[in-house]
């Protein structure tokens, strides 16, 4: 049933799965690849929400519930294959397959035990602690992104990044 | 104080009377005098918890004893540890009454119990679940993208009924900026004014 309502779509890298001011309405099951979502602001600079890598699933929920033009870009950082199922197909996936629905909640609940794990490393520690904390909680992450996306993932600067680098290797 | 917590319902989803008496069964009234804690770090938290009058906050302390504050609940908002009630381990958060306040609270198995048997309450909280999940993302790309004086901005403009009743020093620990940098940038703002 799950089956009949996906469909995969390969990006190659520095492909979007969705653009700024488009409207959202997916649900995203990443297989393959790693995928960014960032946010521009209005000098040009880039700020990255999330890395989404194999078995997570990427989207914007506040464009996919409200129904509100996205603020995102969700871009292929590396060659990708995604599974995509459309919210109204989900919904019904949701209805009929209880144990689905429990399995999503749930999934849900653990993205937001990280998204305020997250907002509290962001208020509470220096670049530096935020680097390593980082670098201990996602390290399959910490290898395979590039520095300057790591970087505004962080919210600091590559040359501030660069330099707490150099200063952790010689630790 | 249950007609409060009735009319709140009654905005989320069409309730029943009969429903609303089967809530009102499991639900315990908690009064809590300011600096009062609903939740110690170390503790578990097994709760559901409505307010419906005062505020509270949840925050962690660090190593150097600094306070970081992650939530800020007043009137018909929800309040609780995420990690501990779904993980069952101790919380590394504190919960406390920065006024006197009121708390309606359910437990995790009541209020599992409650979903199953009310549908419609089911959807809201699934509703209301987004919601702050949608409003997390949007404190990170704050924290991440604002400059200090965008942060205030942004925090006093999203919540005016919350940056006029807590001390200067909490809202510069809920933004992660120092109460330093907090004062320059209002001192700034009101020559500029």
Redesign the interface.
Known sequence: MIESVSTLKKLRKHQFLLQEGDIWNFNAFVCEGCFRRYHIDENGNEHTLQFSIENWWTGDRESLNLGTPSKFNIEAIENSVVLLIHKDQFEMVCEKIPSFSNTISSILQKSMTVSQKRIQADISLTAEDKYLHFVQTSPQLASRVPRNMLASYLGISPETLSRIRKLTARK | MTDHFYNYLKKLFPITEEEFEMISAVTIQKSLRKKKFLLQEEDIWRNNAFVSKGLLRIY?I?DRG?E???GLSVENNWTGD??SY??GMASNLNIDALEDSEILLISKDNFKDLLKKIPGLDTAM??L??????E??????S???LSAEQKYHNFTNTFPEISGRIPQHMIA????ITAETLSRIKTHNTIQK
């Open positions: 962690s660090d600094l970081h504050i992650l995420i990690e779904t993980s699934k509703k679940f987004e919601i702050s999940f949608i997390s993302q949007n404190r990170i790309l924290n991440i993208s620990s809920y933004l992660g």
